[in-house]
């Protein structure tokens, strides 16, 4: 693929905190050898587990969000490669790909306001050439029998990853008539209105198309939701479903357990998209970082249990941005990332 970083096992040791005595996963992970013969490479590969970054931030400005989720990805390679390879978690189950090279994209959005229409429209447009790289390499992962998981970027990569995943599982008639489902953890709906691509609306476009059949929506945030949105969600009751984070901490109506598992049950009949923006957890640095949502704790226990109880076809974390231009540099969410991605490959294993 012309748009993607392998990482070799160059990149992967530079990345990795030896210890003697001890071995992590970057210590004994496999690497890609030949860029010419990944497909091969993939699928000979006993790894269930593909993941790969997108150091991006041009979706979230494109929907006049505040730049930095472009930098989520290195900080989580880096921990996740430097997990300790044990009976918990093997480094044989997992494959480090690379990252998508957005890096021309990125100097093209230099620059830009999102004051300014011209420059929305031009990030819009860019959002559009990042979807078609992401597509490439989540179909190639599809096609190799392995489940991805994507880490960086604004939540305007479900799209592409819902695509491909659709496609090529429809190419082996494993999907639902219309499309896999997605269940999301996220303060926000990221459903809006059909404008041009951006963070905002990858689940209304791929629902919009056909390639998302069942969407369902985990501790929402009542205020944060415009009412054209949340009435799209009440007239399709057979195919979108919320659970608001009032119901279910300020009312108490049922515990977060209980939602989990209602949104698990609506949408687990056939393959489901696993999806988590990180805004939904407090205080971690995103692109609208909130004081008040859920705990890294409950974060962790969603990503498990829906390993766990779905058929996932993938795993997106989204949004988290540990740069930002008005707060101090938070490099822990790194290590929160590595967290997610063991709990979910764990959820898989122990099914």
């Given at each position: 693929?012309?748009?993607?970083?392998?990482?070799?096992?160059?990149?992967?040791?530079?990345?990795?905190?030896?210890?003697?005595?001890?071995?992590?996963?970057?210590?004994?992970?496999?690497?890609?050898?030949?860029?010419?013969?990944?497909?091969?490479?993939?699928?000979?590969?006993?790894?269930?587990?593909?993941?790969?970054?997108?150091?991006?931030?041009?979706?979230?400005?494109?929907?006049?969000?505040?730049?930095?989720?472009?930098?989520?990805?290195?900080?989580a390679v880096e921990?996740?490669?430097?997990?300790?390879?044990?009976?918990?978690?093997?480094?044989?189950?997992?494959?480090?790909?690379?990252?998508?090279?957005?890096?021309?994209?990125?100097?093209?959005?230099?620059?830009?306001?999102?004051?300014?229409?011209?420059?929305?429209?031009?990030?819009?447009?860019?959002?559009?050439?990042?979807?078609?790289?992401?597509?490439?390499?989540?179909?190639?992962?599809?096609?190799?029998?392995?489940?991805?998981?994507?880490?960086?970027?604004?939540?305007?990569?479900?799209?592409?990853?819902?695509?491909?995943?659709?496609?090529?599982?429809?190419?082996?008639?494993?999907?639902?008539?219309?499309?896999?489902?997605?269940?999301?953890?996220?303060?926000?709906?990221?459903?809006?209105?059909?404008?041009?691509?951006?963070?905002?609306?990858?689940?209304?476009?791929?629902?919009?198309?056909?390639?998302?059949?069942?969407?369902?929506?985990?501790?929402?945030?009542?205020?944060?939701?415009?009412?054209?949105?949340?009435?799209?969600?009440?007239?399709?009751?057979?195919?979108?479903?919320?659970?608001?984070?009032?119901?279910?901490?300020?009312?108490?109506?049922?515990?977060?357990?209980?939602?989990?598992?209602?949104?698990?049950?609506?949408?687990?009949?056939?393959?489901?998209?696993?999806?988590?923006?990180?805004?939904?957890?407090?205080?971690?640095?995103?692109?609208?970082?909130?004081?008040?949502?859920?705990?890294?704790?409950?974060?962790?226990?969603?990503?498990?249990?829906?390993?766990?109880?779905?058929?996932?076809?993938?795993?997106?974390?989204?949004?988290?941005a540990p740069v930002?231009?008005?707060?101090?540099?938070?490099?822990?969410?790194?290590?929160?990332?590595?967290?997610?991605?063991?709990d979910f490959i764990?959820?898989?294993?122990?099914?």
């Amino acid at each position: 693929m012309l748009h993607f970083k392998y990482y070799t096992q160059k990149e992967i040791k530079h990345l990795t905190r030896s210890r003697y005595g001890e071995c992590k996963i970057g210590d004994k992970i496999a690497c890609i050898k030949n860029a010419d013969e990944v497909e091969t490479f993939l699928k000979q590969s006993p790894a269930r587990f593909v993941l790969f970054g997108i150091p991006e931030d041009i979706g979230v400005r494109a929907n006049y969000g505040r730049p930095g989720a472009n930098t989520a990805w290195k900080p989580a390679v880096e921990n996740i490669l430097n997990l300790q390879d044990n009976s918990f978690f093997s480094a044989e189950s997992l494959i480090v790909l690379g990252e998508v090279n957005v890096d021309d994209l990125m100097e093209q959005a230099a620059n830009t306001s999102t004051k300014n229409k011209f420059d929305i429209e031009r990030l819009r447009k860019l959002v559009e050439f990042i979807d078609a790289r992401v597509v490439e390499v989540v179909e190639m992962i599809i096609a190799a029998n392995k489940i991805p998981i994507v880490i960086g970027g604004g939540h305007n990569n479900s799209y592409p990853i819902i695509k491909a995943v659709n496609e090529a599982l429809r190419r082996e008639k494993k999907t639902c008539t219309k499309g896999i489902n997605a269940i999301n953890c996220d303060a926000h709906t990221d459903f809006r209105a059909l404008e041009g691509r951006h963070s905002g609306n990858s689940f209304s476009y791929a629902f919009e198309e056909g390639i998302l059949n069942k969407y369902v929506v985990l501790a929402l945030h009542e205020q944060y939701n415009a009412a054209n949105t949340l009435q799209k969600f009440k007239d399709n009751p057979e195919f979108l479903l919320y659970k608001t984070y009032e119901d279910i901490f300020i009312r108490e109506k049922e515990t977060f357990m209980q939602s989990i598992d209602a949104c698990i049950d609506f949408c687990k009949e056939c393959y489901c998209g696993v999806e988590l923006d990180l805004d939904a957890i407090t205080n971690v640095p995103s692109s609208a970082r909130t004081s008040c949502g859920i705990s890294p704790l409950q974060a962790r226990q969603y990503i498990y249990r829906c390993a766990q109880k779905l058929n996932p076809a993938y795993l997106h974390i989204a949004e988290g941005a540990p740069v930002l231009s008005h707060i101090k540099a938070d490099y822990k969410t790194g290590k929160l990332i590595s967290y997610l991605v063991s709990d979910f490959i764990k959820g898989v294993a122990e099914k």
